[in-house]
């Protein structure tokens, strides 16, 4: 009898432990998910070049439980297109242009404003702290979840007629400017003629007159080939692009914890990545131009251009709009 008893007894303790391990396997596999992330631009763009380091990242830090399958080139459709399909959960994590953002989610053009940082490496720290997730905060309202924001370049001035050493050298410039109504409220402000027009008819337009001027990184220049007709370039820092890392808000709720944590983190490593390349690419650009015969101004007068909008007081003639916070704007500038 004790015999049995004791046979019996190994047996349902083997039983306990198979079942034991497949339930160890079931939840290891529970555990295990594949993700798209998404950048429209080539493979040479900064954009891809940090989704591709985003992969790396991510697998790494999860012991290959997280798999990232990375899309760029266009391959599901351009900034607007992938943005919409983000929020409808058809690709997981985006990367792409802020301002691209600012057609669904109206705070984003907080970042958008001319002068709230003075360097690239500022904005960096600015954005990636509790004030990047106060200006994201709402987010999830649209259908995403807010991970990191990377860099698209500080804009600058390059002209094909005059240098510009002080905000009167601006005066009547046809500048050419995105199809954004705080571009063209800028420029206006400052004195200039701005011209908006698409990225893909700027080349034209320097060409023929129609645009005497462009306001971009430098990297930017090399990078799309307008630089033909461009004879001076001016580091005036006026304004700085932003690329938003964001995640459908339904993939998001089906990670665990530990998921979500090693997505959040690593995506704020591959933003400071996605600065750290464009200020490499900056350096090659600059190098590129000088060659071509562009004369740099390194020191112009910022002041100048920042007097001339009145200074901080220039934004509050959007304090009646939804997206205005005065108190994130007090806060950034404040750093």
Not at 129 to 144: V, W, Y
Not at 249 to 264: C, G, M, V
Not at 276 to 304: C, H, R, Y
Request: charged fraction near 20%; hydrophobic fraction near 40%; include cysteine.
């Amino acid at each position: 009898m004790k015999r049995m008893l004791l046979v019996m007894a190994v047996l349902l303790l083997g039983l306990s432990l198979a079942f034991a391990q497949g339930g160890k396997e079931e939840s290891s596999q529970a555990k295990s998910v594949t993700l798209t992330v998404y950048s429209p631009g080539n493979v040479n763009s900064v954009p891809t070049k940090t989704i591709l380091k985003y992969k790396e990242l991510v697998e790494v830090a999860s012991n290959g439980t997280i798999k990232i399958i990375a899309h760029h080139s266009g391959e599901l459709g351009n900034d607007a297109e992938a943005l919409q399909s983000t929020r409808m959960g058809t690709i997981d994590i985006i990367f792409a242009g802020t301002s691209g953002f600012t057609s669904f989610y109206d705070k984003a053009k907080i970042l958008d404003l001319p002068f709230l940082f003075d360097s690239a490496q500022e904005a960096y720290e600015i954005v990636n702290s509790d004030i990047g997730e106060q200006i994201f905060a709402d987010l999830p309202k649209t259908g995403l979840v807010y991970l990191a924001e990377g860099d698209n370049g500080m804009r600058h001035i390059a002209t094909t007629n005059r240098p510009v050493k002080t905000v009167d050298d601006v005066k009547g410039l046809k500048i050419r400017v995105p199809t954004s109504k705080m571009y063209l409220d800028v420029w206006s402000a400052l004195g200039s003629t701005p011209v908006a027009l698409a990225l893909n008819e700027l080349a034209i337009a320097l060409a023929n007159g129609t645009a005497e001027a462009q306001d971009n990184a430098t990297y930017h220049l090399v990078a799309n080939a307008t630089y033909d007709d461009i004879k001076h370039y001016s580091f005036i820092n006026y304004m700085w692009m932003g690329c938003t890392m964001a995640m459908n808000q339904k993939s998001w709720d089906k990670l665990t914890a530990d998921q979500q944590k090693i997505l959040k983190e690593q995506a704020i490593v591959a933003a400071k990545y996605s600065f750290d390349t464009i200020e490499e690419d900056n350096v090659t650009a600059t190098e590129i131009l000088k060659k071509a015969g562009v004369q740099f101004i390194e020191n112009p007068d910022i002041q100048s251009f920042k007097d001339k909008l009145g200074g901080s007081s220039y934004y509050k003639q959007y304090a009646s709009e939804a997206w205005y916070d005065q108190a994130i704007i007090d806060a950034i500038l404040a750093k």
